[in-house]
């Protein structure tokens, strides 16, 4: 493509696309495995994985090959019918989600599949109220927003929420408040809070909450999930972002051992191919449920081929493993840069971030134009990445499962240029 050709197509997009977010967009036109290239010809090593729906990379192979496939047989038929590809990925995701899940129920991604738990949650409870953590995200639609702790995003809603989710404190380790066991003192709030509240139908909660990459410690998760089985509250579990092996795991829930009522994916379930989303659901919460006539393209036929060929492939190139370690590799490498910004390093797997301070031992945030300046360094050197966390200091780096270590020294090579330049400037 020229460069006359490749402005004209940003010109374009300006022209008739409505974006959520204000900027010049990089228009994309090649994805392979961890590599994207723009319309001007410049590859970017992808650590954001497409928005985290490309798991086993760009254009995998085998999950084209499944969808194209079905493409020439049955692509979308009613809630009232079935088909061969949707009956194996719901089996596929019996089999592989945590054993107290028995029943798929299909959505078009995972705003919607938020959507469609709560309201499951309410008619089996036949309670109103859902309890999330502090800096929670699940989803931007109208419902889903009433659970998202962030400001900015609630006030988009245009109106006042009717008070029926109520939040409490996340297990923010780095910046925990409580000087003596902070796995876990700061679920006593949690507990005077859900005193008052008898009308929760369930907790939601990502087991690893991908906004800044906040990792509980066992102990949290475990008297959490005491907390509100005590409470005869519901868990939802909120696998959008962190199954479909994103953390090292098939589904993040093992990682702790929980067993939820209720358990949501997306993002990644179709290998970036079409839009889905699921509801996992145990017998007795699935059995009297009622989502109505919607969504009408739910379980897209392509899209289940995509998904389960994308599990396929998970599972034959043990992608979940490499995950594992590569989260453990790139650990490894951004500490050994010793920098005195790195602040602290999550990662779960491939879900989490390096957190940016001015200072490490006041922890003083790093302020959000040096945060600004780094990232766009870092694009400049060809690292697509976002900037995420509770105060929009933490690099998000959720790179395709197939990433490479070698590709990892590359973006390490690019930050310990950016760190020092974007310092000094």
Request: glycine share 10%; charged share 20%; aromatic share 6%.
């Amino acid at each position: 493509m020229t460069k006359d050709q490749a402005e004209e197509l940003v010109a374009k997009d300006d022209k008739y696309i409505l974006r959520p977010w204000s900027g010049t967009p990089t228009p994309i036109v090649k994805g392979e495995d961890c590599i994207i290239t723009d319309a001007h010809g410049k590859q970017f090593i992808d650590f954001t994985a497409g928005y985290f729906v490309n798991n086993a990379g760009h254009c995998n192979p085998r999950v084209v090959k499944a969808a194209t496939e079905q493409l020439t047989q049955i692509t979308q038929v009613s809630g009232k019918h079935t088909t061969p590809p949707l009956i194996n990925l719901a089996e596929r995701l019996v089999q592989l989600t945590p054993k107290s899940l028995t029943k798929a129920f299909f959505t078009t991604g995972g705003s919607e599949a938020t959507e469609n738990a709560m309201k499951m949650a309410r008619q089996y409870t036949k309670k109103t109220d859902i309890v999330a953590l502090k800096n929670a995200y699940h989803g931007l639609t109208l419902g889903a927003l009433e659970a998202c702790a962030a400001q900015k995003y609630r006030d988009t809603a245009g109106i006042p929420f009717g008070g029926y989710v109520h939040f409490v404190p996340t297990p923010y380790c780095y910046r925990c408040p409580h000087e003596k066991d902070c796995a876990t003192q700061c679920l006593d709030e949690t507990e005077a809070q859900l005193d008052a509240k008898p009308e929760a139908a369930a907790l939601i909660a990502e087991p690893v909450q991908a906004v800044g990459g906040i990792i509980p410690p066992t102990k949290w998760w475990e008297r959490m999930d005491e907390i509100r089985r005590k409470r005869r509250m519901l868990l939802i579990l909120d696998e959008i972002q962190t199954g479909v092996g994103r953390t090292g795991k098939m589904f993040a829930a093992e990682h702790y051992g929980l067993e939820p009522d209720i358990l949501t994916a997306g993002k990644g379930l179709s290998g970036g191919v079409g839009s889905l989303g699921a509801v996992m659901a145990s017998t007795e919460v699935a059995e009297n449920y009622f989502g109505g006539t919607t969504p009408t393209s739910a379980g897209n036929a392509v899209s289940a081929a995509a998904g389960v060929a994308l599990f396929d492939t998970l599972i034959d190139d043990k992608l979940v493993e490499n995950c594992a370690n590569m989260g453990n590799y790139i650990t490894e490498a951004v500490a050994a840069l010793d920098d005195p910004w790195v602040g602290d390093i999550r990662f779960k797997g491939l879900l989490g971030g390096v957190e940016l301070v001015s200072d490490r031992g006041s922890k003083e945030i790093l302020p959000k134009d040096q945060v600004v300046g780094v990232a766009d360094a870092l694009h400049q050197d060809g690292m697509l990445i976002t900037v995420s966390g509770l105060h929009g200091n933490v690099l998000r780096l959720q790179p395709p499962l197939t990433i490479k270590s070698t590709q990892i020294d590359s973006f390490i090579d690019s930050l310990k240029r950016a760190l020092p330049a974007v310092r000094g400037s």
